[in-house]
């Protein structure tokens, strides 16, 4: 982050002080869909071998308790909810936290492998964003039901959503898949993931979202298990991976834009975490990292999920010197730096 920008962290976060002086949240609630960069525990409940709810996985959260997150610790979004001036994170939607009034300040829908390509979620057996949709239906009229009708329109129209996805279509679906790489370039399939994109978002707006914020997909070329998997220099970054994330979140602004000049009173603003996480990568050692390629968890290469145990090889002792904790997730420390990136970029929602 250059000099101009953590100024601008500093008045924004002022500016954040001042506002929740009061103790009251900047927004009313914040409403989560996506994939596993998000996911806080809803493939706990789920059939699925995607899951994060055992050590190491949490071992610096709360308590010392894995969650489903994965990670060592908080998600970026749990410091963006921390940020926004909540004292507790949205609740996953399948836990049993999810219900009563912890359900008036948001709600997680997020499933780990989902995406926006249908079959991405099918092969994993996560919760689809349709699925996720349908869920948010659901909320919507167990939150009139505890608020009333006035009230739960004044939560759904003020409330802050957050939209994380295409990670799981590229490297769990479209890179391994000879069906999909074989019947599409990475170009057409990106095509048809930001048509599902928009498409999502038309039917977020007119269940009541207006202020959206949409991540673009990070370097997915440097992740740990992209490079020891798809790499010939097993240090270095798969450059075509990067370059088809480039392409798709150029087409994520692009459609974005479309969409906000289509939806009368749409607020939805793309966050971009590519550079910020690549700048991690390339220098690690400006932000107090030490190691961008080996990844926390075991070997750090292609452990995820049920290949990063508590038998993993190697785990390390001190995961805030790691960029990654798994094959494709970052540490605690790395969300922390994403998040404050987040917020800049994102004033523009609360404001």
């Given at each position: 982050m250059d000099f101009s920008a953590s100024i601008f962290l500093v008045i924004v976060s002022s500016m954040m002080l001042l506002y929740s002086a009061n103790s009251q949240p900047l927004v009313p609630a914040m409403i989560i869909f996506g994939d596993s960069v998000v996911d806080v525990g809803n493939n706990n409940n789920l059939y699925t071998i995607v899951k994060s709810n055992f050590p190491p996985y949490g071992r610096d959260f709360a308590n010392h308790k894995p969650t489903g997150r994965f990670c060592n610790g908080k998600l970026a979004s749990d410091f963006t909810a921390e940020n926004l001036g909540f004292t507790s994170y949205p609740p996953a939607y399948l836990s049993k936290k999810a219900n009563g009034k912890n359900l008036l300040t948001g709600v997680n829908f997020a499933s780990a492998s989902s995406g926006y390509y249908y079959t991405t979620p099918k092969l994993y057996?996560?919760?689809?964003?349709?699925?996720?949709?349908?869920?948010?239906?659901?909320?919507?009229?167990?939150?009139?039901?505890?608020?009333?009708?006035?009230?739960?329109?004044?939560?759904?129209?003020?409330?802050?959503?957050?939209?994380?996805?295409?990670?799981?279509?590229?490297?769990?679906?479209y890179y391994i898949n000879p069906l999909l790489y074989k019947a599409y370039t990475p170009d057409q399939f990106s095509d048809i993931l930001i048509q599902s994109f928009s498409k999502f978002i038309q039917n977020l707006y007119n269940l009541g979202a207006r202020r959206i914020g949409v991540t673009t997909l990070p370097p997915t070329g440097c992740v740990p298990a992209a490079i020891t998997i798809f790499s010939s220099n097993h240090n270095e970054c798969v450059d075509r991976f990067n370059n088809d994330a480039v392409s798709f979140n150029n087409k994520l602004n692009a459609t974005s834009q479309s969409l906000v000049k289509k939806l009368s009173g749409l607020n939805l603003v793309v966050l971009d975490i590519y550079q910020p996480l690549l700048d991690l990568i390339t220098h690690p050692e400006n932000n107090g990292f030490a190691e961008a390629r080996r990844a926390c968890c075991g070997t750090g290469l292609v452990e995820t999920a049920i290949l990063c145990n508590p038998k993993s090889v190697g785990t390390c002792s001190n995961a805030s010197e790691y960029v990654f904790w798994d094959g494709f997730h970052p540490t605690e420390a790395a969300n922390k730096i994403l998040a404050d990136d987040l917020l800049t970029a994102g004033i523009s929602l609360i404001s």
């Amino acid at each position: 982050m250059d000099f101009s920008a953590s100024i601008f962290l500093v008045i924004v976060s002022s500016m954040m002080l001042l506002y929740s002086a009061n103790s009251q949240p900047l927004v009313p609630a914040m409403i989560i869909f996506g994939d596993s960069v998000v996911d806080v525990g809803n493939n706990n409940n789920l059939y699925t071998i995607v899951k994060s709810n055992f050590p190491p996985y949490g071992r610096d959260f709360a308590n010392h308790k894995p969650t489903g997150r994965f990670c060592n610790g908080k998600l970026a979004s749990d410091f963006t909810a921390e940020n926004l001036g909540f004292t507790s994170y949205p609740p996953a939607y399948l836990s049993k936290k999810a219900n009563g009034k912890n359900l008036l300040t948001g709600v997680n829908f997020a499933s780990a492998s989902s995406g926006y390509y249908y079959t991405t979620p099918k092969l994993y057996h996560a919760i689809s964003l349709d699925q996720q949709l349908e869920y948010f239906k659901e909320y919507k009229n167990k939150l009139v039901g505890i608020a009333g009708t006035s009230n739960a329109s004044t939560i759904i129209s003020g409330a802050i959503y957050l939209v994380s996805g295409g990670s799981s279509d590229f490297i769990q679906n479209y890179y391994i898949n000879p069906l999909l790489y074989k019947a599409y370039t990475p170009d057409q399939f990106s095509d048809i993931l930001i048509q599902s994109f928009s498409k999502f978002i038309q039917n977020l707006y007119n269940l009541g979202a207006r202020r959206i914020g949409v991540t673009t997909l990070p370097p997915t070329g440097c992740v740990p298990a992209a490079i020891t998997i798809f790499s010939s220099n097993h240090n270095e970054c798969v450059d075509r991976f990067n370059n088809d994330a480039v392409s798709f979140n150029n087409k994520l602004n692009a459609t974005s834009q479309s969409l906000v000049k289509k939806l009368s009173g749409l607020n939805l603003v793309v966050l971009d975490i590519y550079q910020p996480l690549l700048d991690l990568i390339t220098h690690p050692e400006n932000n107090g990292f030490a190691e961008a390629r080996r990844a926390c968890c075991g070997t750090g290469l292609v452990e995820t999920a049920i290949l990063c145990n508590p038998k993993s090889v190697g785990t390390c002792s001190n995961a805030s010197e790691y960029v990654f904790w798994d094959g494709f997730h970052p540490t605690e420390a790395a969300n922390k730096i994403l998040a404050d990136d987040l917020l800049t970029a994102g004033i523009s929602l609360i404001s």
